[in-house]
């Protein structure tokens, strides 16, 4: 008998339960990846996304390849090409490791059930998460809303376990299914947008351990600092390989106990596993409130006056707003398919409280443009910042683009590097340009409005404005 293994959001090796059990099995595995962008519903992958994805399916093929395997690639509805396997294969068994999105659930379920009554046997894994969502809920079974003692309740649960090894080899099957080749899936853009995403980022489990290693080594213990200054290496940028499963939470939590022992670990350490449960909370959201990714978690946001500015939101994606560091998140996102998290907080805050532009705007730009886009974690954070979700700051917080910039890119090196044309300027006048002397601004080679534009908001009376609308919000609120 043979055993399918469907790959998902899991492109990995090690500490993969599908892929282990099925290896456990001792019959031929088929490792199988199927394309198929029209069963995710509304949220079909982003630009972003497909580069990363053709990158990571070429890696696990390889990594399959090195022990006597190899990847079969298809292309389609899930549930028809799994049942065209099953019967190619004579297989008897399909295994996969859960996803948590709404609607790939019910799909899920509904193969599940298919299956079952073709008389194939079919296991789900968790490989993505320390805990199950429901796993993670308050005492009367009731989900969490607030992050603290979400973690408090996981920390007393433990987190995660002994990652399981990378197989040493794979049983094959007496013959191959016919499978198609990564490159015909067309992920690559057409267009030149993502050619530097390369110098960035290495796609697949070998980037995903070098990342680990160089966070362990360099930059964790200082993280509570370090997270917050987009110009330095401070972040693991782990997200895209998490994302895609090219390395799991369970391996890198280990990794930290490795590394610091089961003890009280030093700030930093603590912080950033803190971040890893913050990434649990986002799924256990999601799972439990599955409109989030397009509906406010608090229902009387469905109501506020948001504003339908396509010129404003078209100069927002482009990092043409006239305030540096908004424009330089904006900027770098474009150019390598990320963003600082320091600087998603500020860009989202300009975005939905400046600009009165709805969260669900960013949510998409951002979907289409990260390489770590992941329906939970974008659904949190947008909610997070636009006050509406859970445990979300207060929508009268507005983070001011200059204070943010002059405090958390002091000497400008950030805004410098991705706002070239007033890189000029120096500190005092690098995150508010349009108040630098004329004649500073004409040696600099500056015209604003021209070589970099004017700010297209007045920040204080954004402020106010948002603020305004926040209250009236609240007056409804309190008249009912």
Not at 158 to 182: C, D, F, I, M, Q
Request: aromatic share 12%; charged share 25%; with cysteine.
């Amino acid at each position: 008998m043979t055993t399918l293994v469907w790959f998902r959001h899991d492109l990995r090796l090690a500490d993969n339960p599908a892929l282990q059990a099925a290896i456990a099995a001792r019959e031929p595995v088929v490792p199988v990846y199927i394309y198929s962008p029209d069963d995710e519903g509304d949220w079909p992958p982003g630009g972003a996304t497909k580069w990363w994805l053709h990158h990571s399916l070429l890696s696990l093929d390889q990594e399959l390849s090195k022990r006597g395997s190899r990847l079969v690639v298809r292309a389609g509805g899930a549930e028809a090409i799994l049942r065209e396997l099953v019967l190619e294969c004579g297989a008897k068994r399909v295994m996969w490791n859960r996803r948590y999105e709404p609607g790939i659930r019910e799909r899920d379920a509904k193969i599940k059930e298919q299956l079952r009554g073709d008389g194939i046997a079919v296991e789900s894994f968790n490989s993505a998460l320390l805990r199950e969502p429901w796993e993670g809920c308050k005492a009367d079974g009731s989900p969490y809303q607030v992050y603290t003692p979400f973690q408090k309740n996981l920390a007393v649960k433990g987190y995660g376990s002994e990652p399981l090894a990378a197989p040493r080899a794979l049983t094959n099957p007496p013959k191959w299914p016919n499978s198609e080749a990564v490159p015909s899936l067309e992920l690559l853009p057409t267009v030149p947008w993502a050619n530097r995403f390369p110098e960035y980022w290495n796609p697949g489990g070998t980037g995903a351990e070098r990342n680990l290693e160089r966070f362990l080594e360099q930059a964790i213990t200082e993280y509570g600092d370090g997270r917050n200054l987009p110009a330095q290496p401070g972040t693991s940028r782990l997200s895209p390989h998490l994302h895609f499963g090219e390395i799991s939470p369970n391996q890198v939590v280990a990794a930290v106990r490795s590394r610091f022992g089961k003890g009280k670990y030093p700030a930093g350490v603590e912080i950033y596993v803190k971040e890893i449960i913050w990434r649990e909370f986002a799924y256990h959201l999601l799972y439990h409130f599955q409109d989030t990714p397009t509906v406010p978690l608090r229902k009387d946001f469905l109501k506020f006056p948001w504003a339908k500015d396509r010129k404003l939101l078209g100069a927002w994606q482009k990092g043409m707003t006239g305030y540096p560091i908004v424009d330089a998140g904006m900027r770098e996102l474009w150019a390598t398919g990320w963003m600082h998290n320091r600087v998603r907080m500020i860009v989202g805050s300009f975005l939905v409280k400046d600009l009165l532009i709805p969260w669900q705007e960013g949510a998409r730009w951002f979907w289409d443009t990260l390489v770590d886009a992941d329906l939970a974690s974008n659904t949190l954070g947008w909610q997070w910042v636009a006050g509406c979700g859970a445990d979300a700051a207060p929508y009268f917080r507005v983070f001011n683009p200059i204070l943010q910039g002059e405090k958390f890119d002091p000497h400008g090196d950030y805004v410098r590097r991705w706002v070239p044309e007033i890189s000029t300027l120096s500190n005092k006048w690098i995150h508010r340009p349009w108040e630098a002397p004329v004649e500073m601004l004409r040696t600099a080679g500056i015209t604003l409005g021209e070589s970099y534009p004017e700010p297209i908001v007045d920040h204080g009376n954004a402020r106010d404005a948002a603020l305004e609308a926040y209250a009236e919000l609240k007056a409804a609120k309190a008249a009912k």
